[in-house]
T-cell receptor, first 116, second 112 residues
């Protein structure tokens, strides 16, 4: 069964360093998302991406964050200068259509980012 | 409370019993989805119910949606120890937003 894959599964980085989290969405999906879950808290929307551009972003997604689809299969989230509060599980998701289009969003296993 | 609040926060039952989890939300929605998360792992999509649907089944899962009360329930029948996980509802608000708004989840423990 097709699935969203994320690498690495766990990343430890020093405060102030840049990190890139990688995702391979399901191949025929057109819409891509990043969410995060701080330990013990809700899953929060960060950004959605369609047709090679950001279509929606939350207030969490500030200038420290960027997303890119560098080729036909990968979708990346970059955090330029990590802070302690960026420590969280980051989930990539993809869907055939927008959420409003009533299609399911499928999530990857997540990357646990620990900023020390 | 915020969009997508589940209750109870934690539920402990014996294998074979049914588990019912509820979700309430604040704004009008296009659809509501239920996800499962094993401890520290990814989110697994369980079922999607559209705003014009009232009930949906998938295997041992039964989901209801009451848009007048802005609430949904997830019933797992004949529970198994392997159903132990956290269960989240996630709504897609009306109005063109693409994001899923998640609740805090219900932590279900099924005791063998």
């Amino acid at each position: 069964e097709p699935e969203v894959t994320q690498t690495p599964s766990h990343q430890v980085t020093q405060m102030g360093q840049e990190v890139i989290l990688r995702c391979v969405p399901i191949s025929n999906h057109l819409y891509f998302y990043w969410y995060r879950q701080i330990l013990g808290q809700k899953v929060e929307f960060l950004v959605s991406f369609y047709n090679n551009e950001i279509s929606e972003k939350s207030e969490i997604f500030d200038d420290q964050f960027s997303v890119e689809r560098p080729d036909g299969s990968n979708f990346t989230l970059k955090i330029r200068s990590t802070k302690l509060e960026d420590s969280a599980m980051y989930f990539c998701a993809s869907s055939e259509a927008l959420g409003g289009g009533n299609t399911e969003a499928f999530f990857g296993q997540g990357t646990r980012l620990t900023v020390v | 409370s915020q969009q997508g609040e589940e209750d109870p926060q934690a539920l402990s039952i014996q294998e074979g019993e049914n588990a019912t989890m509820n979700c309430s939300y604040k704004t009008s929605i296009n659809n509501l989805q239920w996800y499962r998360q094993n401890s520290g792992r990814g989110l697994v999509h369980l079922i999607l119910i559209r705003s014009n649907e009232r009930e949906k089944h998938s295997g041992r899962l039964r989901v209801t949606l009451d848009t007048s009360k802005k609430s949904s329930s997830l019933l797992i029948t004949a529970s198994r120890a392997a159903d132990t996980a956290s269960y989240f509802c996630a709504t897609t608000p009306q109005g063109g937003s693409e994001k899923l708004v998640f609740g805090k989840g219900t932590k279900l423990t099924v005791n063998p």
